[in-house]
C-alpha cells in the first residue's frame, strides 16, 4: 500500500475532534500492543466523505490491547475505568478490551467459541467489515497503521462482511444501523 491512502486517513484523524484527542494523549492510555481500531475510525471517514458532522453517528471508541500475562476481568475493567477518567470530557464511550482474553467470554455472548488471538493485529483482521478491521496508533513517524484487507474499503466507503469471525446476522445488523446514518453507504451483500 502506497503513502497516498495513509496520509489521507491522517489527514481525518487529525482533523476529528474525536480521534485527535485520543491519538494526541496516547501516552494516558498505556497498554501493550495498543491501538485505536474499528468503528470510531471508520465512521468519522465516513462523515467526512458524506459531509457529516465529525462525530456523527459514533456511539463509542474502541480501544484494544493484547495482555496475554494478565487474563483477569479485574484488571481490563480497572484500565477501562483509569482511560474513561482520562478522557472524561469526551461525549462518546470510551470501550477498552485486551483481545487476549476475548475468547473467555465470546461464546456466551455470541453462541459460539473462537480461537484465541495470539495479538492485536490477529483480532483486527477478524473484525466484522474490512472497513472497520483498522487499527491507528501514534508512532515515530507519524501514525501508525493496521489494515489487514488495505484501505480503500474505508476510504471509498464501502461495507463489505469479513466472515472471518462473524455471521451473516451480526453482519446484517450492523449494515441496518449504518444504514440508518449513512445511506451513501456502498454495501456489499453477505452473498456476494
Given at each position: ?17 474525536l ?40 456511539n ?29 470530557g ?6 477498552i ?45 507519524g ?20 466472515k ?27 452473498d456476494?
Amino acid at each position: 500500500m502506497g503513502s497516498e491512502p495513509l496520509l489521507e486517513l491522517q489527514a481525518i484523524a487529525s482533523e476529528s475532534p474525536l480521534l485527535s484527542s485520543v491519538l494526541g494523549n496516547w501516552d494516558k492510555i498505556a497498554l501493550p500492543d495498543c491501538w485505536l481500531v474499528a468503528g470510531a475510525i471508520a465512521q468519522t471517514v465516513w462523515n467526512r466523505a458524506f459531509a457529516f458532522p465529525p462525530a456523527h453517528g459514533i456511539n463509542d471508541i474502541d480501544i484494544v490491547y493484547f495482555d496475554a500475562d494478565d487474563l483477569s476481568e479485574d484488571t481490563e475493567a480497572e484500565h477501562s475505568a483509569r482511560i474513561r477518567q482520562a478522557f472524561s470530557g469526551l461525549p462518546v464511550w470510551i470501550d477498552i478490551k485486551n483481545e487476549a482474553r476475548v475468547h473467555l467470554w465470546y461464546e456466551a455472548r455470541f453462541g459460539y467459541p473462537m480461537e484465541p488471538y495470539t495479538s492485536t493485529a490477529d483480532a483486527i483482521a477478524t473484525f466484522p467489515t474490512t472497513a472497520t478491521a483498522i487499527g491507528l496508533r501514534p508512532g515515530l513517524a507519524g501514525l501508525e497503521l493496521c489494515a489487514p484487507y488495505g484501505l480503500s474499503d474505508l476510504l471509498g466507503a464501502v461495507v463489505r462482511p469479513n466472515k472471518a469471525q462473524i455471521t451473516r446476522e451480526i453482519y446484517e445488523r450492523k449494515v441496518d444501523r449504518w444504514t440508518s446514518l449513512w445511506p451513501q453507504l456502498e454495501i456489499i451483500g453477505w452473498d456476494r
